[in-house]
Every structure is written in structure tokens, then in C-alpha cells.
């Protein structure tokens, strides 16, 4: 994340990073914001790594539930595997049936809508529920 936000591109940590995080048996461990911020580093980093991004895609989209992602977290992994160019569609179906189930709009900001409806688009997602 701060390699991300400071500019600073260093392709070797991130193919590193990349490859021990997709190797891994499970994402158990790691939080929501942690799966969010890992997959918008290599987002905005612009650090190609299709297994780590898979790998997350895989987990998020398995969980029970999303009630462990706020809705920046929700908004940020979507945006960053449509930045990415990774497709996967079970993580937006999971993530559209998130936002379309009850109670969960309200806690929306217009910031985590319009990155959602981006992500969705560049996607070329639909969520129809």
C-alpha cells in the first residue's frame, strides 16, 4: 500500500508479495481491509499478477458473507481488479448482491457508489437483483 501511494514502483517486491500471497493454502488470516488494500496496491502500482488477484477474487467471492468488508473496502476491491483488467465474475456477483441485499445502501457514500458503478462498467458487469 505505501509503495502504491508513494509513486514508487519496485516490480521485483510485488511479483514477490504476489506470489507468496497467491501460494498461500488460505486467505483465513487476513482481514477485509487487508484484501482490499493488497488488491489496490497492485491496482494502482499497476503490478500484473492474475494468481493474486484470483486468489483474492476466489476467497472474497466463497465468504458466507461481506458484512466484514465497509463499504470503502467493497469499493476499492472492486475498483482495483477493474483497474487491474482481472476479470472475475463471482466477485462482482457477490459483491452487487452484497449492495442490492437489505440494509446495506445506507451505509454508502456517493465517493463508494460511483467507484462501485465505475468498477462495475469498465468491468462490462451487470447485477440485475
Do not use: Y
Not at 497492485?42 to 467471492?61: M, P, Q, R, W, Y
Amino acid at each position: 500500500w505505501a509503495f502504491a501511494t508513494a509513486g514508487v514502483s519496485h516490480p521485483e517486491m510485488f511479483k514477490k508479495i504476489g506470489d507468496h500471497v497467491s501460494g498461500l493454502c488460505s486467505l483465513d488470516s487476513f482481514k477485509a481491509q487487508a484484501l482490499s488494500n493488497t488488491a489496490w496496491a497492485f491496482a494502482t502500482a499497476g503490478a500484473s499478477h492474475a494468481e493474486l488477484f484470483n486468489k483474492i477474487g476466489d476467497h472474497i467471492a466463497g465468504l458466507g458473507s461481506l458484512d466484514s468488508f465497509d463499504p470503502q473496502a467493497l469499493s476499492n476491491t472492486a475498483w482495483a481488479f477493474a483497474t487491474a483488467g482481472e476479470s472475475h465474475p463471482e466477485l462482482f456477483r457477490k459483491i452487487g448482491g452484497h449492495i442490492a441485499g437489505p440494509g446495506s445502501l445506507c451505509s454508502f457514500n456517493p465517493q463508494d457508489f460511483s467507484n462501485i458503478a465505475w468498477a462495475f462498467a469498465t468491468a462490462g458487469v451487470s447485477h440485475r437483483e
